[in-house]
């Protein structure tokens, strides 16, 4: 096969098998896991056969009229350079981890037909996005992203939770994606073409009219979908939905598909100085702004939603300082420790019973009932801490890299402020990032109370997942020197400066976390066993879940954790835990940082309540002013219908009374008309 006929099969075949699932789910539930797993599988090969027939050359740009629109025409394109080949076999790997992951996490579950073919065509869709060469085809494999989270995102749907989660998710993105559309087609009216590679080289030959107008536009629909400040709140409601969704979402679909669109069109955005430091400055308020997030809540999926939140900011923030390689690398990097991440979140929920850190301090012996967890989890959270020589040090340092070198004014057309704001933003974000991920492993797996019961072994097929996914978050990073040739060769290396710098603050984050933990945590000799007299009632309670999790498939016991535990907002947020490290560090900004600094309220408040109001309005006014009339247009008739039907008596006499009174009526009328004319 040639390149291009395997880059076609890549987003084809996830599709097909979304469509075989949906049709033989049903009737033939024998293969509804093997058309959710071949497929995709496929893609992954042929993603890495795409991927190595591509290499570092020049890109490959193929395209066909789609149709004729009357001004710009709209192709079907493939256009697939460096960049492009390493996302479809990053999404391509996590989606084939995903779907295998989900086989044993969702064995029992009545809906999982519908949920495969939902994560394949949530696959294809992004993949879509990848390969396309035209901005109207993107849109659509954009869309269908959305569509496709609306639905996984409440799989639950018989939660609250779920149901608010899935319609936030949707509306959110929605507002973002209005915007983006109107960028998109002012971009195409300015430069004549929906194609990146005529967008692209009209902008490097004759700029754009409306650069920073478009730009902005573009970043709007950016900011929905991969949940950049002020539009990232639906992405920590979004954990609602079942795991192996979550890490689908956070790894390699949907928030990565902004940080992409950006990278690709970075010279519209590089074209206007006043969107680059929009850019730069919405980056480090999302950076900063997650990890504090992170570092008060008490859902372990909720810590890694704005974990993602966090690391989509350093993203950003690396395409605000001009680089996209250093982006791209974060991003592939990312999505690997992330992937796995979630998945052993999944893991430790099942085996606790309960998604929430507190109630796993208060337990015992999660790390020997789940080894293989305790130990890719662990090496994840170095790599989100960005320790080295894990693959999260190296794409951040390049990053943090890419951010000094514009600050200190050796990236042309790069403003300094940009960079010194992503530089001192990412510096600060790396500190608490480190915070947050050690309170994570020490609130999960060094907790003090009861064992945890034992549920069994955990199915072969998501452990295997881990380990598969623990290969490229430990070594992805050795291969920061062979990047450059694939991307648009600035090199990745980390400088000593920056290095030096991230590493330090990082360890401080840590080492300050544990020593706040030891403060206030029982000596880790200390097992209260459960018949012992409980020291408070935080330590007596039961964990959640636990009881109705020991015998339930996994996705089961995330849906009852999800149903039994509070909101984020509510009880662990106030209560006095005094074994979580966050409360000392924090101090009173964590009621703040766990509601997520109220920006939810403030929504309600601005847009929520008042659109709430006007539609109370309109429903009085309809009811008191436009039923009012309507109904008097038919309340008049109807009474002068009911006067003449009295007149009808049926008696002839009568009416033959009637016209003889009429006539002497009319005749007496006719004769002093008569007698007034002649006078």
């Not at 000094?404 to 300094?416: F, N, R, S, Y």
Request: glycine share 10%; aromatic share 8%; charged share 10%.
């Amino acid at each position: 096969m040639t390149l291009t006929t395997t880059a076609v099969l890549v987003p084809l075949l996830p599709f097909l098998g979304a469509v075989a699932g949906l049709f033989l789910g049903r009737r033939s539930p024998g293969f509804v896991r093997p058309l959710a797993v071949l497929p995709t599988l496929a893609a992954a090969v042929l993603a890495v056969a795409v991927a190595v027939g591509q290499g570092g050359g020049p890109a490959t740009d193929v395209a066909t009229r789609l149709t004729p629109t009357g001004s710009l025409p709209i192709d079907l394109a493939l256009h697939i350079d460096g960049f492009a080949a390493l996302i479809g076999v990053l999404v391509g790997v996590v989606a084939t981890c995903v779907q295998i992951y989900s086989t044993a996490y969702l064995r029992d579950d009545p809906r999982y037909p519908s949920y495969a073919a939902l994560v394949s065509l949530f696959t294809s869709a992004m993949l879509l996005v990848v390969y396309t060469g035209d901005l109207m085809v993107l849109l659509v494999g954009w869309e269908v992203m959305g569509i496709c989270s609306y639905f996984l995102v409440g799989h639950y749907w018989e939660t609250e939770a779920a149901r608010a989660a899935s319609l936030k998710a949707f509306l959110v993105t929605k507002l973002g994606d209005v915007p983006f559309l109107f960028g998109i087609f002012a971009l195409a009216a300015d430069t004549g073409t929906f194609r990146i590679t005529g967008i692209l080289g009209h902008v490097a030959r004759e700029g754009l009219h409306h650069p920073t107008l478009i730009a902005l536009l573009l970043l709007a629909g950016v900011a929905g979908k991969s949940a950049q400040f002020p539009l990232h709140t639906w992405l920590p409601d979004a954990m609602a939905g079942p795991t192996p969704v979550s890490a689908l979402i956070h790894a390699a679909t949907m928030v990565a598909a902004g940080v992409y669109v950006v990278a690709r069109l970075l010279p519209v955005f590089a074209a206007s100085a006043a969107a680059l430091v929009v850019l730069a400055v919405l980056a480090a308020v999302t950076m900063v702004g997650s990890a504090l997030a992170a570092l008060a809540q008490d859902d372990i999926k909720r810590v890694l939603a704005y974990s993602t939140v966090g690391q989509l900011g350093y993203m950003t923030g690396a395409l605000a300082v001009g680089d996209r390689g250093a982006a791209v690398f974060h991003l592939l990097s990312h999505g690997a420790f992330k992937a796995l991440l979630f998945l052993g979140a999944g893991v430790v929920i099942h085996a606790a019973g309960t998604n929430s850190l507190s109630e796993m301090s208060r337990m015992g012996g999660l790390a020997r009932r789940i080894p293989d967890t305790a130990w890719t989890l662990g090496v994840a959270l170095l790599a989100l801490a960005a320790i080295p020589p894990f693959a999260g040090f190296f794409s951040k340092e390049a990053v943090l890299g890419a951010a000094e070198h514009a600050a200190t004014g050796h990236a042309a057309g790069i403003p300094g402020a940009a960079g010194w704001t992503v530089l001192l933003s990412g510096l600060l974000t790396a500190l608490l990032t480190a915070a947050y991920a050690t309170r994570l492993w020490l609130l999960t797996f060094h907790g003090t109370g009861p064992e945890v019961p034992d549920h069994g072994r955990q199915p072969r097929a998501m452990t295997a997942v881990l380990w598969v996914l623990f290969v490229p978050t430990v070594g992805f990073g050795l291969a920061a020197p062979l990047l450059p040739a694939w991307f648009d060769g600035h090199s990745l290396a980390p400088t000593a400066t920056t290095a030096v710098l991230g590493t330090g603050v990082a360890l401080v984050g840590g080492l300050v976390t544990y020593a706040a933990w030891r403060h206030t945590h029982p000596s880790p000799g200390h097992r209260p066993s459960s018949a012992a007299p409980p020291s408070s009632a935080l330590t007596a309670r039961t964990p959640v879940g636990t009881a109705a999790a020991e015998d339930a498939a996994p996705g089961l016991a995330e849906e009852l954790a999800i149903v039994s535990h509070p909101p984020a907002d509510g009880e662990p947020a106030g209560a006095a835990d005094p074994a979580d490290p966050g409360r000392l560090l924090l101090g009173p900004l964590h009621r703040h940082a766990a509601a997520g600094f109220h920006l939810d309220a403030v929504y309600a408040a601005l847009f929520v309540r008042p659109v709430q109001a006007a539609a109370t309005l309109v429903r009085f006014l309809d009811h008191a002013v436009v039923d009012t009339y309507v109904s008097g247009a038919g309340t008049a008739p109807r009474w002068l219908g009911a006067a003449v039907r009295r007149a009808q008596t049926g008696n002839v006499q009568t009416y033959l009374g009637a016209l003889l009174a009429g006539a002497l009526v009319l005749g007496i009328a006719a004769a002093l008309v008569a007698t007034g004319t002649g006078a």
